[in-house]
């Protein structure tokens, strides 16, 4: 992943990709696991938008690779927008936080 965002213009892909991955996992398991959810939910905006902006860069993809880029996109954007409910709703009944 490394490389592919180094050539996709990310600065500091070295360190750009393993600290997001870091933020993804920690998000990921905040909200799948209900603790501290509302704040696993703020890495995975962190996450989706740093993502989606410059990872899936569609509208300056080559024609080849722009319906897949499309694509991962709008499916960051769509993830966005649940995370972005989690951060207002927070979690459900069975949650770590509501035991």
Same mark, same amino acid.
Request: aromatic share 10%; with cysteine; glycine share 12%.
């Given at each position: ?10 600065? !500091?892909? @070295? ?28 890495? !995975?905006?962190?996450?989706? !938008?740093?993502?989606?902006?410059? %990872? ?10 722009? %319906? ?24 459900? @009944? ?6």
């Amino acid at each position: 992943m490394v490389h592919f965002a180094a050539e996709s213009g990310v600065p !500091l892909a @070295p360190v750009s990709v393993p600290v997001a991955g870091i933020i993804a996992l920690l998000g990921g398991l905040s909200v799948l696991l209900g603790y501290k959810a509302k704040a696993g939910a703020w890495l !995975l905006v962190i996450f989706l !938008l740093g993502t989606a902006f410059t %990872m899936h860069r569609f509208w300056e993809a080559a024609e080849s690779v722009a %319906m897949l880029q499309g694509l991962c996109f709008w499916k960051n954007i769509s993830m966005l927008g649940a995370a972005l409910l989690i951060t207002q709703v927070g979690t459900g @009944p069975c949650s770590l936080d509501k035991r």
